[in-house]
């Protein structure tokens, strides 16, 4: 059967957690078969998240991804797909930061909190052991200078007995200017270097492949979310996303538990709106 040629050449951006796959780690046969239909139509099929290049990779592969572009580490880290290369991808955007300030300046906020700086390719430096399941790759502890010492794509601060207003407080009170940042569901701070996220990773890989903006379609469900969505002409939050980022998008599907992401995946391929 011929697929609808309404999404060829478009570029369409998903989020991974909250948006494709639930919270204890599912991606449900529609949406599966909604991101195959997408590729198989001609349309650039971008995974955009705040997770680790070694945390991306696997999922695009899950999801028969395996050429094309990914943006992770919250757009500062761009990925070609591409199944002749030794690992089947390769970096050709990494965008770094020095880590220090930001980090000296929390740790006298928080210094129970965890800590941990992207090991880009591998997985993380920390502060300590982070609870299983919340950070992939390789884990290596290590001493607070040394987390400090090199320039970074990405760091994570998570203090479990705290919330995210807490966490929204703090970054105001202490004014982190010379990083970007976004504060997840639970307790946890993700910073990146000022001026990156996922909008603006997907800005420069929209411009490279030639895609017009009004071909762009981005859905998310997190405060990472908020300039991705911005980003594009049409930009969908899923149900369950907090009150910021149903603000600017330009339409709401369905929760995760919903299969909110089939629903929306289903129009692109169709040219429903």
């Known amino acids: 059967m011929t697929q609808p040629r309404a999404a060829d050449g478009m570029l369409v951006a998903l989020d991974i957690d909250g948006t ?24 650039h099929v971008v995974l955009a998240t705040g997770r680790s290049v070694v945390a991306t990779v696997p ?3 899950d999801l028969g991804i395996d050429t094309g572009w990914a943006i992770t580490s919250n757009g500062a880290v761009t990925v070609r797909l591409d199944p002749s290369l030794d690992d089947g991808y390769e970096l050709t955007e990494t965008i770094t930061f020095d880590p220090e300030p930001a980090l000296r300046v929390l740790s006298l906020e928080l210094p129970d ?3 941990a700086v992207e090991d880009l390719g591998r997985g993380f430096l920390v502060s300590a052991p982070f609870p299983d399941g919340e950070l992939d790759g390789h884990h290596r502890v290590v001493s607070f200078d040394e987390l400090c010492a090199a ?34 569901w639970s307790a946890w701070l993700d910073l990146t270097p000022g001026g990156v996220s996922k909008g603006s990773a997907l800005e420069e890989l929209r411009r490279a492949l030639g895609v017009e903006p009004f071909a762009t379609v981005a859905m998310g469900d ?7 969505l911005r980003w594009a002409a049409r930009g969908i939050a899923m149900g369950h996303a907090p009150e910021s980022v149903l603000a600017v998008a330009d339409e709401v599907t369905g929760t995760i538990d919903d299969d909110g992401a089939a629903a929306v995946l289903r129009g692109v391929l169709s040219g429903v709106e």
Do not use: K
Request: charged share 25%; no cysteine; net charge negative.
């Open 222 to 228: 997190g405060s990472n979310d908020l300039e991705m």
């Open 113 to 115: 909190a965890l800590y």
């Open 59 to 61: 999922v695009a592969h």
């Open 151 to 184: 320039p970074s794509t990405r760091v994570v601060i998570r203090r479990p007995q705290s919330t995210p207003e807490e966490f929204h407080e703090l970054v105001e009170r202490v004014g982190l200017h010379e990083v970007s940042y976004a504060v997840g």
């Open 20 to 43: 494709l796959m639930s919270f204890d780690g599912r991606i449900s046969p529609a949406v599966r078969e909604g991101v195959t239909a997408l590729v198989e139509a001609g349309a």
